[in-house]
């Protein structure tokens, strides 16, 4: 199946994202020779502040030049004109804390139709920066759709702007960093709670791996290939 192409309001929004970063934020990409030219996408990435959506708005889906869909928070969806922007940049409500099986499935269909979606596996904002432990859903879903992983790291957007901040703080340097495709599979082990939890550090460890040592929280350990306590 073709891939679909951006459409003209997400390139809009990143145009103007980019121009916002530019006048209150010092921000740096690296690791964009890693993005994928087609088929499914499931991109991940650590979050750790209001700002991270924003970066990856501005800088990441324009260099892809494909629809990307995200899994965000489904309160957000009915704030006044902010809502109708997010549903316009592809943005699909999840209900926090619930087991929400319709998006679920519309998450699935998203990688079956070859397309991207964009998980933050942590589920809510790290009020510290440092990474906190995935819920399992976007383990069960890498591994039931099979598609190809790509790891985001965000740097420094807890100064920029922290958890509980109304407002930004300015001229903070950011950086996004993308990593390099994988593939996850669930190890084969009598206890499924198990392999799910060490499918979920395999996972995490990419984004662990981009990020610097203070930034990397539970999933510090998993840095070379060991298991956290």
């Known amino acids: 199946m073709a891939a679909s192409k951006l459409a003209p309001f997400p390139r809009f929004t990143g145009g103007v994202l980019r121009l916002a970063a530019a006048i209150f934020a010092r921000v740096k990409v690296e690791g964009l020779e890693n993005l994928p030219e087609s088929g499914p996408i499931l991109v991940i990435c650590n979050h750790c502040s209001n700002a ?65 979606l964009t998980i933050f596996p942590e589920g809510t904002r790290s009020p510290s920066g440092a990474l906190q432990r995935a819920k399992d859903g976007a383990t069960v879903l890498a591994v039931r759709s099979g598609a190809p992983i790509l790891p985001i790291a965000i740097v420094g957007s807890q100064r920029f702007w922290p958890k509980g901040k109304l407002l930004p703080r300015p001229f903070k340097r950011m950086t996004v960093r993308v990593g390099k495709p994988f593939t996850l599979a669930m190890p084969k082990l009598a206890d499924r709670h198990e392999s799910l939890r060490l499918a979920t550090s395999e996972m995490m460890s990419h984004v662990a791996d981009l990020l610097p040592p203070e930034q990397r929280g539970v999933y510090g350990e998993t840095v070379g290939g060991a298991e956290p306590v």
């Open 52 to 116: 991270d959506g924003m970066l990856l708005m501005g800088f990441i889906v324009p260099e892809i030049g494909r629809r990307m869909t995200w899994l965000g928070k489904e309160e957000a969806l009915s704030w006044p004109l902010l809502g109708r922007g997010m549903r316009a940049n592809g943005v699909v409500g999840v209900r926090r804390g619930a087991g929400d099986l319709e998006s679920f499935k519309q998450a699935r269909s998203v990688l079956d139709d070859g397309d991207i």
